[in-house]
């Protein structure tokens, strides 16, 4: 039943298994405001492939967050091909879970009703929605506050239930848009612990877009660097470090040390570059 | 396709807040204690509108005193009690109007951008015309009974309605718009799981000042041309120069505006318990 949750033809039309989750290339992504043109994305090319951990770090107006929202299909490419499981991404995509810098709750409803949220707009049959979000609630720590409403909840254990909202559907690809951004250091760091965990657990693939060195190198199996001005990618990093990490001995690994040690180069040099 | 395992968090959550929620007495006995001090004010003002009046310092028939105010209540009323009915319903009618058209309107304007930039700046216009002006032309049009009286309430009330109903709905969060659309679920489910809820707070607080305004719409269209209301009332007790009466028919025009006013604002607590407005009162 779990499986039918993502519309089915979709998932079974056209999508080999070796084939890449996101397929992006040449993509192009131009905006025109007050009479000026912001070339926000220029010449992407970039497969994720399927139960990827795949973390996106660039200063801010490198058009990260852009290139996320493309995958979406929330942002409309200008130019170039975007598939997403072998389809065209053409308009919102369903099969997608979201998770914003903001938690974007709904105020009148409590942790699980938020939760659930997701399944009532896709008409899921509710049985099997409650006890998944239960499931959900109970791997994001969030048991006993099932009834909390929104403004009873701190920061973090807002994105908790932001995050069991982008998971309810089981979607194929978790999308993150810097969603630790706005926690402070100890809860982020815990966040991050968390989400690493459960990635290892579901083995989903996951895009996170972030400005924080060490949360793209500990989270990613891979990780890229974009640069502003029109947004490119510069560098890619594949992450050798061990499936499972322990936080603080991964962040004292020389390997960790190595990568971070670079892409914090590259991203004072791309931000020198303005 | 995704396993999800079940395992318990090898961390602790951290920083697990959870403010306390102010338990339902405690609640009641501040809303009476926030009765308190409005209360103690009223008596003050009616100690000081007996002082003045039992020291006459002026002629009764410029401020009756208290003691005849409430003769007019008690040896009228019946007189009183069939005219309020009257003003009652054409101010309940011509509210239910204003909410139900005014939020109509609204909700159209915010999904059609072409109907916003026609019909808005004719709302806008159509409320600088002062009501109490076109009243005349409406007993010209509809004749004397309740429909002219409506007609006002409904036009003094559906502004506020409008304007509140647009930037409620309009107060929803693009992002929770975004997430709505990844979900597939028609526009109607958006509407009325996430744009109606978020629209709710600043739709109340507008329904609230329409409530106060249907009445004065009321009276006003009584004003105009009728034989009962309490309208009517006023411009009788005024030709008789009974100011008792007319004193009588402003308090209770007051109360029906004051109660209307308070049924919303019971409205409130059961539909928006979650917003910070009923959060942090007291």
Request: glycine share 8%; aromatic share 8%.
């Amino acid at each position: 039943m779990a499986a039918e949750t993502v519309d089915g033809a979709a998932r079974g039309a056209g999508a080999p298994s070796d084939a890449p989750m996101v397929d992006i290339r040449g993509l192009d992504v131009t905006f025109h405001s007050k009479g000026r043109t912001v070339h926000a994305l220029s010449g992407i090319d970039l497969a994720i492939e399927p139960g990827e951990f795949l973390t996106i770090a660039g200063p801010s107006g490198c058009g990260k967050s852009t290139l996320l929202r493309v995958i979406a299909g929330l942002t409309e490419a200008t130019a170039g091909e975007v598939t997403l499981r072998g389809t065209p991404v053409e308009g919102a995509r369903r099969d997608v879970g979201f998770v914003f810098q903001r938690a974007a709750l709904l105020d009148w409803r409590n942790a699980r009703g938020n939760i659930l949220f997701q399944a009532e707009m896709r008409g899921l049959p509710r049985a099997w929605a409650r006890e998944r979000a239960d499931a959900l609630m109970e791997m994001t720590g969030l048991t006993g506050f099932e009834n909390a409403m929104p403004y009873e909840l701190s920061g973090g254990m807002q994105q908790r239930v932001s995050l069991c909202r982008a998971l309810l559907h089981e979607p194929d690809v978790l999308l993150m848009d810097e969603p630790f951004g706005a926690l402070d250091a100890l809860t982020r760091e815990n966040m991050n612990v968390e989400l690493r965990r459960i990635w290892e657990a579901t083995g989903m693939t996951v895009v996170l877009v972030t400005h924080s060195v060490a949360e793209a190198v500990y989270l990613a199996s891979r990780a890229i660097v974009m640069g502003p001005r029109p947004g490119r990618i510069i560098e890619e990093f594949p992450i050798d470090l061990p499936g499972h990490r322990e936080y603080e001995p991964t962040l004292e690994s020389p390997e960790f040390r190595r990568v971070s040690g670079r892409v914090r180069e590259l991203l004072g040099s791309a931000a020198h570059a303005e | 396709m995704t396993e999800l395992t079940r395992q318990t968090p090898t961390l602790p959550s951290a920083r697990l807040v959870r403010r306390a929620r102010p338990s339902r007495r405690r609640r009641a006995s501040r809303g009476l204690v926030a009765a308190l001090y409005p209360a103690v004010f009223l008596a003050l003002v009616v100690v000081a509108w007996f002082l003045v009046t039992a020291t006459e310092m002026v002629e009764p028939y410029i401020i009756p005193s208290p003691a005849d105010t409430w003769a007019a209540f008690t040896d009228y009323p019946d007189y009183l009690w069939e005219h309020t009915l009257v003003t009652t319903r054409e101010t309940l009618a011509g509210f239910a109007i204003a909410a139900l058209v005014g939020v109509l309107v609204a909700v159209l304007m915010v999904y059609s951008s072409t109907l916003e930039k026609t019909f808005y700046p004719l709302i806008l216009f159509a409320q600088v015309i002062p009501k109490i002006a076109i009243a005349p032309l409406f007993v010209v049009w509809l004749g004397f009974g309740t429909s002219p009286k409506i007609l006002v309430a409904v036009l003094m009330a559906f502004f506020p309605v409008v304007i509140s109903g647009i930037s409620g709905l309009r107060s929803v969060d693009p992002e929770l718009l975004e997430l709505t659309s990844t979900m597939g679920a028609s526009p109607v489910k958006t509407f009325l799981k996430v744009r109606l809820p978020a629209a709710l707070p600043e739709l109340l607080s507008g329904l609230k000042v329409a409530a106060t305004l249907a009445v004065t719409g009321a009276v006003v269209g009584e004003f105009v041309g009728a034989n009962s209301g309490l309208g009517y009332v006023i411009l009788q007790a005024n030709g008789n120069i009974d100011t008792a009466m007319l004193f009588a028919a402003l308090i209770i025009m007051s109360l029906l505006g004051v109660l209307l006013f308070a049924v919303i604002q019971v409205a409130e607590m059961f539909l928006i318990p979650w917003h910070a407005s009923r959060r942090n009162r007291g």
